[in-house]
Each structure stands twice: as structure tokens, then as C-alpha cells.
């Protein structure tokens, strides 16, 4: 099993007891905000094609992210495959880390094993345009604003302005400092 480990961070692949942590984050409605306008996740209705937005600990692309000196958990991070050149990055952490840098780092850590070890040419994110600090994350590892697109599903506040798509290529990242 692959472990990443950065400066404060220890990823692991997840398993099912992240799964209680997974769902508490769920609960914020601050980090739910940019997701679903902020509303509780219904956890008897939940779309089984959004496993990449409501991990429960048994998929393959999900690392569970916990703090390297005691363990507490703070997020989850995932590359998921688009194809076998390109995947997609995710991240979501508890509030209580957020602005510290560590969404920044974990990231990193994972789309530098996603170039480095699994050997994508591509890889890409997206979040709301009106997610600034989502986006921060994704400028601070080199990624390039690539387009906006209209948001899907219902509307919520901020909806209005569309989805924002960045990318890095295996090229771009090589360059890097």
C-alpha cells in the first residue's frame, strides 16, 4: 500500500473506518458550502455515481489525510482517473484546518505521485468560479486556470458564475520549482 507523506501530512489509500470522518465533514455546511449550497448530505438518498464526492472509505482513488504527529484526521484528497492519461484532482478538509496550507501540500503530494508514479499526462480540477479558496490551492501547485463552465445540478448562491477548470500537464509539472 502507497503512503505519501509530506512535512504535516500522512496520506493513506482510505478504508472503511475513514468513513465516520468522511461523513462528519459532510455535516459542515461551510465545507458543503461550494458542493450543495451548504445543505446536510442525505445519507439514504446519496447517488451511487458520486463516489467521488461522498468517499465511504472503500474507494480506490481516495487517500484519507491525517496529521504526520498525531494522527488527527483533517480531509481527503483523491485523484480520479478520466482515462488512463488524465485524472481528476479533489481534496475537501475540516474547516478547523483550513488556511494553514495543508490543502496546498497534500495536493501536491498527490499530483506529484500522479505524475511521478502513475504516469498521467494530465491532470485537472474544478471547482466553483466564486471558491476562491479552492482555486488558491490549485494556482499554488502550478496548476493553469484552462475554462469555465456552466454549474450542474440544482442552483444555489454562486452556482450563477459557473465552474472554473484548471490544469497541469506532465511538461508543465517537470517544470516546476
Known sequence: MSVLQTARLTLTLCCPSDAADFIDLERDPEVMRYLNGGH?????HIDPNAA????????????T?????NGAFVGWFCLWPDSETQAELGFRLRRMDWG????SEGASALVNWGFG???YDKIVSGTMAVNH??????EKIGMRYARTSACEGAPFPGTEHGDVWYALTRSEWRTLP
Do not use: C, I, K, Y
Open 40 to 44: 446536510a448530505v442525505d445519507h439514504e
Open 117 to 119: 508514479a502513475n504516469g
Open 133 to 138: 479558496g479552492s482555486r488558491r490551492v490549485m
Open 100 to 103: 494553514q496550507g495543508l490543502a
Open 65 to 69: 489525510a491525517r496529521r504526520t504527529g
Open 52 to 63: 467521488f464526492l461522498m468517499p465511504r472509505g472503500t474507494e480506490p482513488h481516495v487517500w
